[in-house]
């Protein structure tokens, strides 16, 4: 359930899947939702390079179908980031490795693709928010909702809150 999105200012360190990490928030619904959906055989595709067309579904589909054999009924594409990133979603775990091999050998759109497989912490790095942000705090149980725990939370990674903007629906 999206409770608001909290606007906040400061410098901001995210830590994901490190020890150090000082805020815990529990599993939510939606996370679970999430993780359950991405459980089987699944690749993140990142398009690398600096070229200006940008990688269509259609046109990685067709470029694994003549690279690695795998039919377009085998593989289902989700945009992630439009225009450098997609989550494929194959039907076997042997369709899957088929095509996590040529990483970086594969050509789409003149864009190098690197494939990664799924995991929970992907592209989870530390990093900063330096300057005014918006946090959507979704799936976060009603005990756990209040402008304080919101502002607790804040003040934990640095930030400081600017204000709570309630959810439309």
């Known amino acids: 359930m999206d409770r608001g999105v909290a606007c906040l200012r400061g410098h901001i360190r995210m830590r994901f899947g ?4 000082r805020v815990l928030l529990a599993r939510t619904p939606s996370m679970d939702a999430v993780e359950a959906h991405y459980r089987g055989p ?3 595709a990142t398009a690398v390079g600096d070229e200006e067309e940008a990688v269509t579904p259609a046109a990685l589909l067709a470029a694994i179908e003549e690279r690695c054999g795998v039919l377009p009924a085998e593989v289902s594409i989700e945009v992630a980031c439009t225009p450098h990133d997609m989550w494929l979603l194959f039907s076997t775990k042997e369709k899957c490795t088929m095509v996590l091999q040529p990483s970086m050998k594969l050509k789409c759109c003149r864009w190098w693709i690197q494939f990664e497989r799924w995991v929970r912490e ?3 790095t530390p990093g900063a928010l330096e300057y005014k942000s918006k946090l959507s705090f979704e799936g976060l149980p009603d005990q756990a909702w209040s402008r304080h725990s919101v502002e607790g939370v804040l003040e934990d990674l640095g930030g400081e809150m600017i204000k709570i903007i309630p959810p439309k629906n």
């Open 18 to 21: 490190v020890r150090a990490s």
């Open 42 to 44: 699944v690749l993140q």
């Open 122 to 124: 992907i592209r989870g």
